[in-house]
């Protein structure tokens, strides 16, 4: 394609859009024309055929320009035509956190803002609903306003801005935290991520519960520099879990409690709750004033941005499209505006917000450069006063207009800015004529999209206050910038309702801990066999229901492996309506001396901090065995020692400790004496009728899965089912679990077999012949001895005895 060939098709595209603009982006451009010179002589022809078609392009194309630039191309003659045309105010409208996210209150929501506007530090819960779309944006906003806030004190060092994972702390050799002399910068964000968040609210396992205590404590280092050390603002994000994921688990009381705890740490602590689970529920006129938002954000307010991008990602191409317009402005500076302009020791942002009035006061307003000045000095003399004020405006029109420029940079941090704006301009008023028609505001659009409260309040008293002083028709304007039309831009505050009068602020809620307020999944019900062992747990259960305490120290399981203890264990600690938490020795044990104590007295912290829990330790001989084993060194000692110290604080924190083993014997005797694991409770392998309950119970499930993927059902009955239990010697409930799983991939892969009584009994003979059973007679003869030594009788023994002809 030729260079006029796609001349042709902008000026179509242009025509069928009313003559308003069309965007092409620069990749585009180079990939369809074809060029023999060189790229810089390929942008010189190109400007010359734009020039020749009444043609031009923003912004201003050159050599250096990225390639996955838009370029917005419009006829000259469309500019010129409504050059002289006021520019059209712009609506303001409420910020993406209000759109976004739910507040408890329109308080609330003010003072989450009032919070922002401040030097304080600020933590804040984000909880999504299903997608997180938006957490990177509120990284970028809050980075927007630490950026704002060093302007304020003239620090303009904007490398400095990071965002620190705290799980990147480095450590010594025993895992202890050694922050790094760097951690503690100003003005950072630091970040739990989700990850973090999931082993803290979520987890149930020892990993997961020493992560959460490493947690608990950066946070308290953390609150420390927050409360005492730091006078600076910084924020903390905290990324929770999804409200699907929390729910599914019961954890809502966790995470509200974690808040609460937060909460009276930290000076100033938020919850974010999205209103939308994904971006595509966002109602259209909702998502297109969070772009108008972000779009005055980022200071290109009539950028014609595409609604169906991601809001990261719409973010982002705004970031870069002011920053090339931002580095291209001076390219595309008219001179004779620019031999205008004025100034000392201002910084750039003054400069381009005086060159944007200049044009707009030029170009759209239509006075003649010749009548507009800058830095200026005027007087009026005051006879009440007997004195000549003086005063430099930024910008003047013949006495009609002047322009005041605010990029609030040296702002002092113990003062109100807005407080200190109005003031510095009615001292500057003191000089302006009576003849002054109207007041230009030009402040900078982050301003005008984040603080528009306090501007809006500062219109009105200026110009209630100017009005009594000078001309009582004067009109006040805020304006912001237009960084790709080099204009200034009127606002309108209309939409824009002011913070209601202060309301009394709640303390935070702490979480009434209490058992049974969680919702049940795992139930007795679903735990087949194991009659009498629930038996004896459902008198703890109505104990509890009686509101009761349990009076226990623990509780042990001691049985044979593949037989039920953790599952039991589950199901009771939902019966009991507690969080549960699991460990085993490999959760704990470390290499270092004294570490794995240490992670012990985590778990049992978390434990406790998120009470009514229960704490179920599996293997519990390898982690409790004997201090009299002679082949026990110190620090397996030392771990026991620590063990014993925190069950001796389990009952008043409201947490019950399960033990299993499946060796009673090898415990060292502190830890099976009263006050430590009380009661000891034998777990029995299923006899023949439960060996029938558990099969019947696994085949059901597996007729449901085949129905709901149309596959043919195991037409099975209770006969049946009581046949199998009685050849299934010696099988425990595991087992069973195995062998239906089979039959699952045989039903699923439609092979002819699965159906077959037959060949399920024989694939169970040949499991019990090939040696594939999770006991072995040695085994359940030493369960027996141990249930024996305890005093433990039940039918369920001589029951063993006969199956296994002991």
Same mark, same amino acid.
């Given at each position: 394609?030729?260079?006029?060939?796609?001349?042709?098709?902008?000026?179509?595209?242009?025509?069928?859009?009313?003559?308003?603009?069309?965007?092409?982006?620069?990749?585009?451009?180079?990939?369809?024309?074809?060029?023999?010179?060189? @790229?810089?002589?390929?942008?010189?022809?190109?400007?010359?055929?734009?020039?020749?078609?009444?043609?031009?392009?923003?912004?201003?194309?050159?050599?250096?320009?990225?390639?996955?630039?838009?370029?917005?191309?419009?006829?000259?003659?469309?500019?010129?035509?409504?050059?002289?045309?006021?520019?059209?105010?712009?609506?303001?409208?409420?910020?993406?956190?209000?759109?976004?996210?739910?507040?408890?209150?329109?308080?609330?929501?003010?003072?989450?803002?009032?919070?922002?506007?401040?030097?304080?530090?600020?933590?804040?819960?984000?909880?999504?609903?299903?997608?997180?779309?938006?957490?990177?944006?509120?990284?970028?906003?809050?980075?927007?306003?630490?950026?704002?806030?060093?302007? @304020?004190?003239?620090?303009?060092?904007?490398?400095?801005?990071?965002?620190?994972?705290?799980?990147?702390?480095?450590?010594?050799?025993?895992?202890?935290?050694?922050?790094?002399?760097?951690?503690?910068?100003?003005?950072?964000?630091?970040?739990?991520?989700?990850?973090?968040?999931?082993?803290?609210?979520?987890?149930?396992?020892?990993?997961?519960?020493?992560?959460?205590?490493?947690?608990?404590?950066?946070?308290?280092?953390?609150?420390?520099?927050?409360?005492?050390?730091?006078?600076?603002?910084?924020?903390?994000?905290?990324?929770?879990?999804?409200?699907?994921?929390?729910?599914?688990?019961?954890?809502?009381?966790?995470?509200?409690?974690?808040?609460?705890?937060?909460?009276?740490?930290?000076?100033?602590?938020?919850?974010?709750?999205?209103?939308?689970?994904?971006?595509?529920?966002?109602?259209?006129?909702?998502?297109?004033?969070?772009?108008?938002?972000?779009?005055?954000?980022?200071?290109?307010?009539?950028?014609?941005?595409?609604?169906?991008?991601?809001?990261?990602?719409?973010?982002?191409?705004?970031?870069?499209?002011?920053?090339?317009?931002?580095?291209?402005?001076?390219?595309?500076?008219?001179?004779?505006?620019?031999?205008?302009?004025?100034?000392?020791?201002?910084?750039?942002?003054?400069?381009?917000?005086?060159?944007?009035?200049?044009?707009?006061?030029?170009?759209?307003?239509?006075?003649?450069?010749?009548?507009?000045?800058?830095?200026?000095?005027?007087?009026?003399?005051?006879?009440?006063?007997?004195?000549?004020?003086?005063?430099?405006?930024?910008?003047?029109? *013949?006495?009609?207009?002047?322009?005041?420029?605010?990029?609030?940079?040296?702002?002092?941090?113990?003062?109100?800015?807005?407080?200190?704006?109005?003031?510095?301009?009615?001292?500057?008023?003191?000089?302006? *004529?009576?003849?002054?028609?109207?007041?230009?505001?030009?402040?900078?659009?982050?301003?005008?999209?984040?603080?528009?409260?306090?501007?809006?309040?500062?219109?009105?008293?200026?110009?209630?206050?100017?009005?009594?002083?000078?001309?009582?028709?004067?009109?006040?304007?805020?304006?912001?910038?237009?960084?790709?039309?080099?204009?200034?831009?009127?606002?309108?505050?209309?939409?824009?309702?002011?913070?209601?009068?202060?309301?009394?602020?709640?303390?935070?809620?702490?979480?009434?801990?209490?058992?049974?307020?969680?919702?049940?999944?795992?139930?007795?019900?679903?735990?087949?066999?194991?009659?009498?062992?629930?038996?004896?747990?459902?008198?703890?259960?109505?104990?509890?229901?009686?509101?009761?305490?349990?009076?226990?120290?623990?509780?042990?399981?001691?049985?044979?492996?593949?037989?039920?203890?953790?599952?039991?264990?589950?199901?009771?600690?939902?019966?009991?309506?507690?969080?549960?938490?699991?460990?085993?020795?490999?959760?704990?044990?470390?290499?270092?001396?004294?570490?794995?104590?240490?992670?012990?007295?985590?778990?049992?912290?978390?434990?406790?901090?998120?009470?009514?829990?229960?704490?179920?330790?599996?293997?519990?001989?390898?982690?409790?065995?004997?201090?009299?084993?002679?082949?026990?060194?110190?620090?397996?000692?030392?771990?026991?020692?620590?063990?014993?110290?925190?069950?001796?604080?389990?009952?008043?924190?409201?947490?019950?400790?399960?033990?299993?083993?499946?060796?009673?014997?090898?415990?060292?005797?502190?830890?099976?004496?009263?006050?430590?694991?009380?009661?000891?409770?034998?777990?029995?392998?299923?006899?023949?009728?439960?060996?029938?309950?558990?099969?019947?119970? @696994?085949?059901?499930?597996?007729?449901?899965?085949?129905?709901?993927?149309?596959?043919?059902?195991?037409?099975?009955?209770?006969?049946?089912?009581?046949?199998?239990?009685?050849?299934?010697?010696?099988?425990?409930?595991?087992?069973?679990?195995?062998?239906?799983?089979?039959?699952?991939?045989?039903?699923?892969?439609?092979?002819?077999?699965?159906?077959? *009584?037959?060949?399920?009994?024989?694939?169970?003979?040949?499991?019990?012949?090939?040696?594939?059973?999770?006991?072995?007679?040695?085994?359940?003869?030493?369960?027996?001895?141990?249930?024996?030594?305890?005093?433990?009788?039940?039918?369920?023994?001589?029951?063993?005895?006969?199956?296994?002809?002991?």
């Amino acid at each position: 394609m030729k260079i006029q060939t796609f001349i042709q098709t902008i000026l179509q595209s242009i025509q069928r859009t009313s003559g308003k603009s069309t965007r092409r982006k620069l990749s585009t451009l180079v990939d369809k024309i074809n060029f023999d010179q060189d @790229y810089p002589a390929f942008i010189e022809a190109f400007h010359d055929a734009l020039q020749k078609n009444n043609l031009e392009v923003s912004p201003a194309l050159t050599a250096d320009t990225p390639k996955d630039s838009w370029l917005s191309f419009r006829l000259q003659a469309t500019v010129q035509t409504t050059q002289t045309q006021p520019l059209a105010p712009l609506e303001v409208v409420d910020d993406f956190f209000k759109h976004l996210f739910e507040f408890e209150s329109p308080e609330a929501y003010e003072q989450f803002q009032a919070t922002l506007d401040s030097f304080s530090p600020l933590a804040l819960f984000i909880i999504p609903e299903e997608d997180d779309f938006y957490s990177e944006i509120i990284e970028k906003i809050l980075s927007f306003e630490l950026l704002r806030k060093r302007q @304020y004190r003239s620090d303009f060092k904007i490398g400095d801005i990071g965002q620190i994972e705290l799980t990147q702390f480095d450590t010594d050799k025993s895992g202890n935290d050694q922050p790094s002399n760097n951690v503690w910068t100003f003005y950072d964000i630091y970040n739990f991520s989700q990850k973090n968040l999931e082993q803290v609210v979520l987890g149930e396992n020892g990993a997961a519960l020493i992560q959460a205590e490493h947690f608990h404590n950066r946070f308290n280092q953390l609150a420390l520099y927050a409360n005492k050390y730091y006078s600076d603002p910084f924020y903390v994000l905290f990324k929770c879990p999804t409200r699907a994921q929390i729910e599914a688990k019961n954890r809502e009381d966790v995470l509200e409690n974690l808040i609460a705890q937060v909460s009276q740490k930290f000076p100033h602590v938020f919850t974010l709750r999205c209103k939308y689970a994904r971006q595509s529920d966002i109602p259209a006129n909702v998502l297109e004033a969070i772009y108008q938002h972000f779009q005055l954000l980022l200071e290109l307010p009539h950028y014609a941005l595409d609604h169906s991008l991601p809001l990261s990602n719409a973010f982002s191409l705004l970031q870069k499209t002011q920053k090339l317009a931002e580095s291209q402005l001076l390219l595309q500076m008219n001179p004779a505006i620019f031999n205008r302009m004025q100034w000392n020791y201002e910084n750039d942002e003054f400069l381009y917000l005086q060159y944007f009035t200049l044009n707009t006061l030029h170009q759209h307003q239509g006075y003649p450069l010749e009548e507009i000045s800058t830095n200026s000095n005027i007087s009026r003399y005051h006879a009440d006063e007997d004195y000549e004020f003086s005063s430099n405006p930024d910008v003047m029109v *013949k006495n009609e207009v002047i322009v005041e420029i605010k990029t609030l940079s040296q702002k002092i941090r113990d003062k109100n800015i807005y407080l200190d704006l109005i003031s510095s301009i009615k001292n500057e008023s003191k000089g302006w *004529k009576k003849s002054l028609k109207e007041l230009w505001l030009v402040i900078p659009g982050f301003e005008a999209a984040r603080n528009y409260y306090q501007l809006k309040k500062t219109q009105e008293v200026l110009q209630i206050s100017l009005r009594q002083t000078l001309n009582k028709r004067l009109k006040v304007k805020v304006l912001a910038p237009d960084y790709a039309q080099h204009v200034v831009v009127p606002l309108n505050f209309q939409k824009v309702t002011l913070p209601s009068p202060i309301a009394q602020v709640a303390p935070p809620k702490i979480p009434q801990q209490s058992a049974k307020s969680k919702r049940k999944t795992l139930s007795f019900a679903q735990v087949k066999g194991l009659h009498e062992e629930k038996l004896i747990l459902q008198d703890l259960i109505q104990l509890q229901d009686d509101h009761h305490q349990l009076g226990l120290g623990g509780i042990i399981f001691y049985g044979l492996s593949g037989c039920g203890k953790t599952y039991l264990s589950h199901a009771f600690a939902n019966e009991l309506g507690r969080h549960f938490f699991t460990f085993s020795p490999a959760d704990i044990q470390s290499m270092w001396i004294g570490q794995t104590q240490k992670n012990i007295k985590d778990i049992f912290s978390q434990a406790f901090s998120k009470s009514p829990s229960m704490l179920f330790m599996d293997e519990l001989e390898s982690i409790g065995f004997s201090r009299n084993n002679p082949q026990a060194h110190t620090d397996q000692k030392a771990t026991i020692n620590q063990l014993l110290i925190e069950m001796n604080n389990i009952d008043e924190n409201n947490v019950l400790v399960v033990g299993a083993t499946n060796k009673i014997s090898q415990l060292d005797a502190a830890l099976k004496r009263s006050g430590r694991f009380d009661l000891k409770i034998p777990i029995f392998p299923p006899n023949s009728q439960e060996r029938a309950e558990i099969f019947q119970y @696994y085949i059901e499930k597996l007729n449901e899965e085949l129905t709901q993927k149309q596959r043919n059902a195991l037409e099975m009955d209770q006969v049946f089912f009581n046949y199998l239990g009685e050849e299934s010697i010696g099988l425990t409930s595991s087992d069973i679990k195995t062998l239906i799983n089979r039959l699952r991939i045989d039903a699923l892969l439609k092979k002819t077999t699965a159906a077959s *009584k037959d060949h399920l009994i024989t694939r169970i003979k040949r499991f019990i012949r090939d040696g594939q059973r999770t006991l072995k007679k040695d085994d359940v003869q030493e369960f027996i001895n141990e249930c024996e030594r305890n005093d433990q009788y039940s039918p369920k023994i001589e029951f063993l005895r006969d199956e296994w002809n002991i």
